[in-house]
């Protein structure tokens, strides 16, 4: 979706208006380099004693709803004037982006703008605003850098306020990680979590029609590698499912999926549910996480609004020296993917043969995400690395010849390993392609999350 931004410039009533004018409109283009973001432009404002400068600008960003308000300081300007206008709009995230002089017959010239966002700053502070502040330097770049990091976070919490996370049973193998807490989960972000049982799903995969089912099959064979040959029956019975949870999703509106795996699918039904996974991200385009962790979806919706991905998770299997074993036992959704989807029926100690995906997975820096809950306040553990082909491994326990799961080895480059053991928080990560620990970082800020 795009990221929906306010934008309003500000200058004294004694500066040039043409002045203000350029520096507006070359801020302005700034800002329509940013991707998938409509920036709404409020024009310019100065502190004239009626405030009708102010109240036009009110006017304009009044009909859009916005993600956030990026009030542009473009000279001095008294506080007044920009408070006028960001009070009609303190309920959302603000951008506080002092603009700079320039150089002109081999001297600076200035209009203040940094008299102007030094007043402003302190100001917003007392009032409790949700901001940050950037400012421009004389021959440098603007920092767009930092204002996309601000819009992407800002954008995320907007999308976490209306999201739903589908969770299928709950507490898997009475995992105490994956637990949430429902009230401040839903106050503090917005996410609701809706439970549902896997009785509804086995009703709905009842009535899946079969020529739906045997469609899904096709798809599969055409869009998959099978390196080794599987039988039909496996693949309807996993289409089936995946059509069963898919008529949920439709209905609710889920934004992800988690499902009961060990103590629901595995035991009860014998079908270990990797292929279901697989399907619903292909068709539904929801994140997906096993085990009931609903505390992992969460992570995965906040890495999604912001960077964009489909992100996966993985699990931690081995410290090392300087790195870390991270992987999965069933699947890894198509973004995520380096090459071809190859996938292999085999099984897993006693459990049924089901489709276990045995892709490569896409190397290069990745942002490592959890989201935890701990007496009464959420943090965000997060680190950046450099993700790598590991070497061969296996898991003891899958059936001759054990396949290489999906996998990295991941070393961190803001912390050491042994640093990273004394904060990490859950046995699931969340894994998101790119750089993204200042957005994160702002995300955090706006939401009242510490950081780990």
Request: proline content about 5%; glycine content about 8%; some cysteine.
């Amino acid at each position: 979706m795009t990221r929906e931004i306010g934008f309003v410039c500000f200058g004294e009533v004694n500066t040039p208006f043409d002045r203000l004018q350029w520096k507006h409109d070359n801020a302005l283009q700034t800002l329509l380099t940013l991707q998938d973001a409509r920036v709404n432009d409020a024009g310019i404002v100065i502190d004239d004693e009626k405030y009708e400068y102010a109240d036009r600008a009110v006017r304009l960003l009044k009909e859009r709803e916005m993600d956030c308000v990026i009030l542009c300081v473009a000279g001095w300007v008294p506080t007044h004037a920009v408070i006028r206008v960001a009070d009609h709009f303190r309920h959302l995230p603000v951008l506080l982006w002092g603009l700079c002089g320039w150089m002109e017959n081999g001297r600076l010239v200035t209009t203040a703008d940094q008299a102007g966002t030094t007043a402003i700053r302190p100001a917003l502070f007392a009032m409790h605003y949700r901001f940050k502040f950037v400012y421009s330097v004389i021959g440098k770049p603007a920092p767009i850098e930092k204002i996309k990091a601000f819009t992407d976070a800002a954008y995320a919490a907007r999308m976490l306020r209306s999201a739903r996370v589908g969770t299928m049973g709950y507490r898997d193998m009475l995992l105490y990680g994956t637990q949430f807490e429902g009230n401040s989960l839903r106050g503090q972000l917005g996410v609701e979590v809706e439970p549902f049982e896997m009785l509804e799903m086995t009703q709905n995969a009842a009535v899946v029609p079969e020529e739906v089912i045997r469609e899904t099959v096709l798809q599969m064979k055409q869009r998959w590698v099978f390196d080794k040959p599987c039988d039909d029956a496996v693949l309807e019975t996993g289409a089936r499912y995946a059509l069963a949870v898919g008529k949920k999703i439709e209905e609710r509106g889920y934004s992800a999926v988690t499902l009961i795996d060990v103590d629901g699918m595995k035991k009860l039904l014998g079908f270990p549910p990797a292929m279901v996974f697989m399907l619903l991200a292909e068709r539904y385009g929801v994140l997906t996480v096993p085990e009931n962790d609903v505390m992992g979806a969460v992570t995965q919706l906040i890495a999604k609004a912001i960077s964009g991905q489909i992100v996966p998770y993985l699990e931690y299997y081995e410290f090392f020296e300087k790195s870390m074993l991270i992987g999965v036992p069933d699947y890894i959704p198509q973004s995520a993917t380096d090459g071809d989807i190859h996938v292999l029926p085999t099984a897993f100690g006693l459990l049924s043969q089901s489709l276990l995906n045995v892709s490569k997975v896409k190397t290069g820096l990745v942002t490592c995400l959890r989201l935890v809950y701990q007496d009464g306040r959420y943090g965000m553990h997060m680190y950046l690395a450099d993700a790598k082909t590991p070497a061969n491994w296996e898991e003891c326990g899958w059936a001759p010849p054990a396949p290489q799961l999906p996998s990295l080895e991941v070393y961190p480059i803001d912390c050491t390993v042994a640093e990273f053991a004394e904060k990490v928080s859950s046995q699931h990560v969340i894994v998101c392609y790119g750089d993204h620990r200042e957005a994160v970082r702002d995300f955090c800020k706006l939401t009242g999350i510490d950081l780990l």
